[in-house]
């Protein structure tokens, strides 16, 4: 009898923004089916928590505490994988915020915080994933974009770039990793049931923004089953890109 293997089981995945939301429970779930995990998020305490929970139902698992907008701590958590498995296979770069203002507020820290997270914060884990899968000839980096990577909504504008930005560099890695053997998929979910909407702390955007997720919202193992449709396909099969929303999300 021939077993198929679902191409995770074994796999060494690093995954941004792990201590909570869409991060944590693709955490979960790889490593349900068989994947070695390493988080990486500033929140040590919920990381190492959720690694040793993993660990405890015979998963493998480390955590190490990462702020993305550092490009040492990305590769020191990029390091800490290769030197305690050998390897990094999937590259998830996850962490985000959204702290969703009109521009006339001229939120300017908040605007640069979300720069330095959701566009920076990708390319130190693209700059400190790729050279090992150079090396191996294999790997495969998912980012995470948004349904704002291809709307703008009010109020929206700043994250909505660094989202638009996330698709463009995904586009553009995928062209230069072809020779490298390198898969990439950038993910684009609507709304999804996670922290996301308190990093919004704007007097009436936030009231709004919850509402809509309280109306919309969908369980995060939606995503993180995503993330594993895009694993598993066998290695010469590269899903590029996943946009996927809340049935009944019209926006
Ligand atoms: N939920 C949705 O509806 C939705 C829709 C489209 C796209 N997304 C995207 O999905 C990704 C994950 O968000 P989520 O929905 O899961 O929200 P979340 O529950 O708020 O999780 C965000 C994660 O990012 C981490 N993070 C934030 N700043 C960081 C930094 N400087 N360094 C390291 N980690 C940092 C947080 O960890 P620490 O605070 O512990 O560092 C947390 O683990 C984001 O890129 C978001 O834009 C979400």
């Known amino acids: 009898m021939t077993i198929m293997s679902n191409n995770i089981e074994s796999k060494v995945v690093v995954i941004t923004g792990a201590s909570s939301g869409l991060g944590e429970a693709t955490a979960r779930h790889l490593s349900s089916l068989g994947a070695t995990v390493v988080l990486g998020a500033r929140r040590a305490d919920r990381i190492n928590s959720l690694a040793g929970e993993l660990a405890g139902k015979g998963g493998k698992a480390l955590a190490r505490a990462t702020d993305v907008t550092d490009p040492q701590q ?15 296979d999937v590259m998830i770069n996850n962490a985000g915020l959204m702290p969703h203002s009109p521009l006339e507020r001229l939120k300017i820290d908040d605007w640069n ?7 920076k914060g990708v390319l130190h884990g693209i700059a400190a994933a790729l050279p090992y899968m150079k090396q191996q000839k294999a790997g495969h980096i998912v980012n995470v974009s948004s349904v704002a990577g291809h709307k703008v909504g009010h ?16 586009e553009g890695l995928r062209q230069e990793v072809k020779p490298y053997n390198i898969r990439t998929t950038v993910i684009s979910p609507g709304a999804v049931a996670t922290e996301l909407p308190d990093s919004a702390t704007e007097p009436g955007v936030a009231e709004n923004l919850r509402r809509f997720y309280d109306r919309y919202a969908i369980p995060a193992d939606s995503f993180a089953r995503a993330v594993a449709f895009a694993l598993s396909q066998p290695d010469d099969v590269d899903v590029n890109e996943i946009l996927f929303r809340p049935t009944r999300q019209e926006v």
């Open 74 to 88: 990305v590769q020191a958590l990029v390091d800490a994988a290769v030197q305690e498995y050998g390897r990094i």
């Open 113 to 119: 915080r979300t720069i330095d997270v959701n566009i």
């Open 155 to 170: 109020g929206s504008a700043v994250y909505a770039a660094t989202k638009h930005a996330v698709l463009a560099l995904s």
